[in-house]
């Protein structure tokens, strides 16, 4: 079993910055692939990164491509999304997610097996 708990959100400009922390609990979030998903009302929940359980492997959605890096401390149990040149479109409930299995780097929300609570994001124009 592993909790998830965001931090990190807020309100920001447009071409600003945040960095969201995703603390784990439990002794085997190494073993954890972990992903960070996004939503606004009325949409789907839609991925944005994820990162390997070993941290050598990242995979992006296009939309955030080359402005928004995960990576993960494993020593602390948490796991990052610094968000940089951030736009409206951006604005969100965002979403950490671990994955037991260490065979891929998961963009479905059906191949996550615990989620956080969500930290929201707003990026005024």
């Known amino acids: 079993q592993v909790q998830l708990v965001e931090s990190g959100g807020g309100l920001v400009q447009a071409g600003g910055s945040l960095r969201l922390s995703c603390a784990a609990s439990?002794?085997?979030?190494?073993?954890?692939?972990m992903g960070w998903f996004r939503q606004t009302p009325g949409k789907e929940r839609e991925f944005v990164a994820a990162?390997?359980?070993?941290?050598?492997?990242?995979y992006y959605a296009d939309s955030v491509k080359g402005r928004f890096t995960i990576s993960r401390d494993n020593a602390k149990n948490t796991v990052y999304l610094q968000m940089n040149s951030l736009k409206p479109e951006d604005t969100a409930v965002y979403y950490c997610?671990?994955?037991?299995?260490?065979?891929?780097?998961?963009?479905?929300?059906?191949?996550?097996?615990?989620w956080g609570q969500g930290t929201q994001v707003t990026v005024s124009s």
């Open positions: 439990g002794r085997t979030f190494s073993s954890y692939a």
């Open positions: 997610a671990a994955d037991s299995s260490r065979l891929r780097i998961a963009k479905s929300v059906y191949e996550y097996d615990y």
């Open positions: 990162i390997s359980w070993r941290g050598d492997m990242t």
